[in-house]
């Protein structure tokens, strides 16, 4: 991975709005959403305008009124802590209602998502008493002990074809998986789509790639999608390939001042030799003067 810092959380969002497009007129996205003053933000808050129209899409079965959001892109970890931070977002959330008890807790729902499955969190979970269920591939239900409805949506185990988007919030897609991702974005019309789905494609070429300079020099590849990848994918590479290129001038540089020491080097033992100087001065001398080891002051008298 390059040092380009990929901004997983937009990404995550458009994915989102994406994945819940069948009910998108029912629900409100707050994004980052406040919980105090201070700097104390919900990755995304989801209002469902009427509570009791369900979801068509099986990642929204569980929403309620009130449906809090917590994303982890594909380094970081979810875990106890992170549950019980979520835990707490929804635990304050319900408290700043504006009068006591408008926001009731039978309303609020906690959903955390994560590419990989996060198995320590999983072991927590059943050390504990509570009780995991599966209902859909990748997603998990946990009942029990629990203070609001909570999910843990493992976006690497859903279906293929159902959940394109979160599932493309990856860095190990293979190249039929970015491939369905164009051909999933060629389908879309309407402007709000489109833009969500270039942040998803953006963040989901910028993590794999490798895979997408493949695509690009596939002569395969029909002009129409080249046309839309392009625009996204190859300042990327010319970045990296600028990088690459700077960062190879930059040790010939470095390799090159070292061959023109060891050579000035050679060069004043030679000399010196010539002139009657017995070597174990001469060693003593070019240590003090380069500052080299006795075994890197070796090599110049085993050329002579």
């Known amino acids: 991975m390059d040092k380009k810092q990929i901004q997983w959380h937009p990404a995550f969002i458009a994915a989102m709005d994406l994945e819940l497009t069948q009910n998108r ?126 999910q843990i949506i493992v976006t690497k185990e859903l279906e293929h074809g159902q959940h394109t988007w979160l599932r493309a919030l990856s860095n190990e897609l293979e190249k039929r998986d970015l491939l369905t991702l164009m051909a999933h974005f060629q389908q879309l019309s309407e402007n709000q789509e489109t833009e969500s789905a270039e942040a998803v494609l953006k963040v989901a070429f910028e993590a794999n790639i490798q895979i997408m300079k493949q695509i690009i020099g596939d002569e395969r590849m029909s002009e129409e999608l080249l046309e839309i990848i392009k625009p996204i994918v190859e300042p990327r590479i010319l970045i990296l390939q600028q990088e690459a290129r700077n960062q190879g001038f930059q040790q010939g540089i470095e390799q090159g001042i070292e061959q ?38 070796e090599k110049f008298f085993k050329k002579a």
């Open 25 to 150: 007129n029912g629900l409100i996205f707050e994004k980052e959403y406040n919980l105090n003053v201070k700097p104390l933000e919900i990755d995304l808050m989801i209002l469902k305008k009427f509570p009791r129209q369900p979801v068509e899409n099986e990642i929204g079965k569980i929403f309620r009124k009130h449906n809090i959001l917590e994303y982890k892109s594909p380094m970081s970890k979810l875990n106890v802590d992170t549950y019980f931070k979520t835990l707490g977002y929804g635990c304050l959330y319900k408290s700043y209602g504006k009068t006591v008890d408008a926001v009731k807790k039978e309303e609020i729902t906690i959903t955390m998502i994560r590419y990989a499955r996060p198995n320590g969190l999983f072991h927590y979970f059943k050390n504990n008493g509570y009780l995991i269920t599966t209902p859909y591939a990748g997603i998990y239900y946990i009942s029990g002990d629990v203070i609001f409805p909570t």
């Open 260 to 297: 023109g020491i060891e050579q000035g080097i050679q060069g004043a033992v030679d000399l010196l030799r010539d002139m009657g100087c017995n070597d174990r001065d001469i060693k003593t001398a070019i240590i003090a003067k380069y500052k080299l080891s006795t075994q890197d002051a």
